[in-house]
């Protein structure tokens, strides 16, 4: 793959439909080198969104609609009835991937709707491309908006810390956290920002600080047990993350981590704000329903190839954890930002939309 593409992260895709395939940078390679993967089965979407060479919760909401637009390729059904069972069979392996994250199945469910509505197998297929292929496109407006939106909160000069991968890389282009930094600056604020490296899989150090460093912004990349530090010695005035899944009464679940940071910042008075499309909220489920993923124990007893830990250890490795709605200023979304108390200004959004 040629690595000479000048484009700005911001404006490079991470995941696109080319030529009746699913074209993704392969995240696992970076920051070493920026690699491209084809697939033209959904089988190989489901794994890559398993593996983590796409990840970040509207990438993957995108993704999973890519791959059902690979499942009508494949499929062999002379009939609707036909189709759609192949559908709902991809739509089971495609969601089983990643549990926590709700853009993956608000995705599947919008395809698997557009679908329905078709008559013919023929019509159903070229419903179900072009709503995919509109979905990765409205992805970037979504992330355009919110970052206008939340651009308000931040100040020239401010220091911004932020953890996890909420970039270009965690969506179609451009980003919910970093899209709302990136729209700080492009109002002519000049800021820094501090990344966490994000243990266990580096996210922070290996995909923020790769699309920050190349976008030209003045970034630190600090261990994450270096949070306490920089807010005690006055390093941070604000905070912005992601998320993967909010819940009506503000509860966000977003990379584990995300609780201790927003925990020291409310011990140090700095503001806290979430970054994420109104397809993360969950209005159905509570948060102790949410299910947490677990994933293998090998990412935190070792880098690379390299063992960090004995063998034979228990671990316990959580992919997400949970931020209480009393830790959080302001959940910055496309339709404005919601403001405690968040059981009321939540779903005032959605009558907004």
């Known amino acids: 793959m040629d690595n000479s593409n000048k484009k700005n992260y911001s404006s490079l895709r991470t995941v696109e439909w080319k030529n009746n395939k699913v074209v993704m940078i392969d995240q696992t390679k970076l920051p070493n080198e920026l690699v491209f993967v084809e697939y033209d089965n959904f089988n190989q979407v489901a794994d890559a969104i398993k593996t983590l060479v796409v990840r970040g919760a509207p990438a993957i909401g995108v993704s999973g609609a890519f791959g059902l637009a690979l499942a009508v390729l494949q499929s062999k059904a002379t009939t609707k009835d036909e189709l759609i069972s ?9 969601f089983a991937t990643r ?7 608000w995705g599947l469910e919008k395809i698997m709707n557009v679908a329905k509505s078709g008559n013919s197998v023929e019509e159903i297929r070229e419903l179900v491309i072009s709503e995919a292929k509109k979905m990765a496109d409205e992805d970037i407006e979504i992330n ?49 920002v501090i990344a966490t490296e994000t243990r266990p899989v580096q996210q922070g150090s290996r995909l923020t600080v790769f699309e920050l460093k190349h976008d030209g912004f003045d970034v630190s990349l600090i261990p994450d047990t270096a949070v306490g530090y920089s807010m005690a010695n006055g390093l941070v005035n604000k905070v912005v993350v992601g998320a993967d899944r909010i819940v009506k009464t503000g509860h966000v679940f977003n990379k584990i981590g995300t609780y ?29 329903d949410v299910i947490i993923e677990m994933r293998k124990s090998s990412e935190v007893t070792g880098v690379g190839d390299k063992k960090t830990a004995p063998d034979d250890i228990n671990v316990i490795n959580p992919a997400f954890d949970m931020t209480p709605p009393e830790l959080i200023s302001g959940i910055i979304t496309e339709k404005g930002v919601a403001k405690p108390p968040y059981e009321e200004s939540i779903p005032k959004l959605f009558e907004a939309n």
């Not at 192949?86 to 495609?94: F, M, N, R, T, V």
């Not at 308000?152 to 980003?175: K, Q, S």
């Open 86 to 94: 192949d559908l709902e069979e991809a739509k089971k392996i495609l």
């Open 99 to 105: 549990p926590t994250a709700v853009n993956l199945g």
């Open 144 to 192: 355009k908006s919110m970052g206008k939106n939340g651009s308000e909160l931040f100040d020239n000069n401010d220091t911004i810390m932020t953890h996890c991968n909420a970039g270009a890389l965690a969506t179609v282009a451009y980003g919910t956290a970093l899209g709302v930094i990136r729209a700080t600056r492009e109002n002519g604020k000049n800021v820094k």
């Open 260 to 288: 201790q940071v927003a925990t020291m910042a409310k011990q140090h008075g700095i503001p806290f704000y979430v970054a994420a499309p109104l397809s993360t909220i969950d209005l159905e489920s509570k948060a102790e």
